[in-house]
C-alpha cells in the first residue's frame, strides 16, 4: 500500500483561501511562488559545501554586513522568482537599499508588498548553523501606479502574511495569514513542504532566554534587570531559565516559537535600537508570534504597532511567550 501523504502547503493555502469567497486566488499564488523560491534557496544551502558558493563576494550591503554569495543568491532567486508573478506592486530586501521596482517588461498592477530578508543568520553559513529567509506581505495601499516607499510604511498590523523558511537539520517553512500559524516540512524526496506543525501555540511562559550577553556593559539598568531576573533562582517562578543563543534569528526565534522562551536584541548605549530590522526581521515574527499566542515588543511598544519610517530601521526586539514579554514590559517601563 503506497504511503499517504500529509496535507502540502500548497493544498493547506489553497484550503485557507476557501474561507475567504471573495479572495481572487493572488494571495495564494503569491504564497506558492515564495514556496518554490524556498524550495531553491534549501538546494544551494544544502549544497553550500559542496559547490562554490560559499564565501564572500567582497561587496557589503546597506547593514555594512560582508555579502556571502549565498545571500547574493538568495537574494536573486527570490527577486527572479516573483517579480514577474503580476501579484508584486514592489519588493523590499534587506541586501538592497531602495525598494525594488517591477520592471515594465514584467505585469503590472500587483496588489502586494513583499519585505524579506532572503538569508538571515548568513554570518553562520560555513559553521553549518540553522539560517533562514524571512518575509512580510503587505496590501498595497498609494494610489501610484507602481508601490512606493508609502507601501511598504505600514504597521506589522496590517500584514495579510508573514512567514518564514528556516534552512536546518530539516527545512520547514512557518507561516500565518491571520488565521493560526502553520509549520510544513519539506520532503526532499518529493519536493513538497508537508503539514507537520499545524496550529502552532507558544507556550505562555518559557524556560528559555535568548540574548548575546556579550553586550552586557553596553545595556541600560533596565536591560541588565531584565537579564538578572531570568538568571535569579527562584523554584516558586522555574527560574533561572537556560541561556540559548545560536546567534541566527530564524533559529532561535524557531526554538523558542516551539519551546517556550524570550528572545531579546535590546539597544544599547553604541546602538539604542539595536541590531534588527523591523520591515522584514522583527515585524513578521511578531505577527507569527502573536498569531501563535505570544508577543513582541520593541523598548515597551507592541512591535505591530510600531508606524515605520524607513525602509531597513532597525529596532530593539523582545518577543516570545507572552509572560515572559510581560516581564519585559515591567521592566522597561521602570524608570522611563
Ligand atoms: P549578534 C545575524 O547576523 C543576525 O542578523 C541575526 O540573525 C541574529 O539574531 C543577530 O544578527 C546576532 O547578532 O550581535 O548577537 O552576533
Not at 561587496?59 to 555579502?67: H, L, W, Y
Not at 511567550?321 to 521602570?334: G, M, N, T
Request: aromatic share 8%; proline share 4%; net charge negative.
Amino acid at each position: 500500500m503506497p504511503e499517504r501523504i500529509g496535507t502540502t502547503v500548497t493544498k493547506h493555502i489553497v484550503g485557507m483561501q476557501r474561507g475567504f469567497p471573495e479572495a481572487s486566488g493572488d494571495f495564494s499564488a503569491l504564497m506558492n511562488e515564495l514556496v518554490v523560491a524556498g524550495k531553491v534557496i534549501h538546494r544551494a544551502v544544502t549544497k553550500a559545501g559542496l559547490v562554490d558558493v560559499i564565501g564572500k563576494t567582497g561587496e557589503t550591503n546597506i547593514q555594512g554586513e560582508e555579502v556571502q554569495k549565498l545571500d547574493d543568491f538568495a537574494n536573486i532567486i527570490m527577486i527572479q522568482k516573483m517579480d514577474h508573478t503580476g501579484l508584486l506592486c514592489a519588493m523590499a530586501s534587506e541586501e538592497i537599499d531602495d525598494i525594488i521596482e517591477i520592471a515594465d517588461k514584467h505585469p503590472q498592477g500587483g496588489k502586494y508588498t513583499l519585505a524579506f530578508d532572503p538569508l538571515d543568520g548568513s554570518s553562520n553559513i560555513e559553521a553549518n548553523v540553522s539560517i533562514g529567509t524571512i518575509f512580510s506581505v503587505h496590501r498595497k495601499i498609494s494610489d501610484a501606479p507602481k508601490g512606493t516607499l508609502e507601501d511598504f510604511l505600514q504597521i506589522g498590523r496590517k500584514q495579510v502574511a508573514a512567514g518564514y523558511i528556516i534552512y536546518g537539520s530539516s527545512t520547514m517553512l512557518v507561516y500565518t495569514a491571520g488565521q493560526g500559524v502553520h509549520g510544513f516540512t519539506l520532503d526532499p524526496s518529493i519536493g513538497e513542504f508537508i503539514l507537520s506543525h499545524p496550529n502552532i501555540r507558544t507556550p505562555k511562559k518559557g524556560k528559555i532566554y535568548s540574548v548575546n550577553e556579550g553586550n552586557s556593559h553596553k545595556w541600560d539598568k533596565r536591560v541588565n534587570d531584565i537579564i538578572n531576573y531570568f538568571k535569579t533562582d527562584d523554584e516558586a517562578t522555574g527560574r533561572p531559565y537556560s541561556s540559548r543563543y545560536i546567534g541566527s534569528l530564524v533559529a532561535d526565534f524557531h526554538r523558542n516559537l516551539l519551546y517556550g522562551g524570550i528572545f531579546m536584541y535590546p539597544g544599547d548605549a553604541k546602538n539604542p535600537n539595536g541590531k534588527l530590522r523591523l520591515l522584514y526581521e522583527a515585524s513578521p515574527l511578531a505577527y507569527i508570534c502573536e498569531q501563535a499566542g505570544g508577543g513582541a515588543i520593541s523598548d515597551g511598544e507592541n512591535i505591530l504597532d510600531i508606524v515605520p519610517t524607513e525602509l531597513h530601521q532597525r529596532v530593539p526586539l523582545f518577543i516570545g511567550s507572552r509572560d515572559d514579554v510581560e516581564i519585559c514590559k515591567r521592566f522597561l517601563a521602570d524608570g522611563k
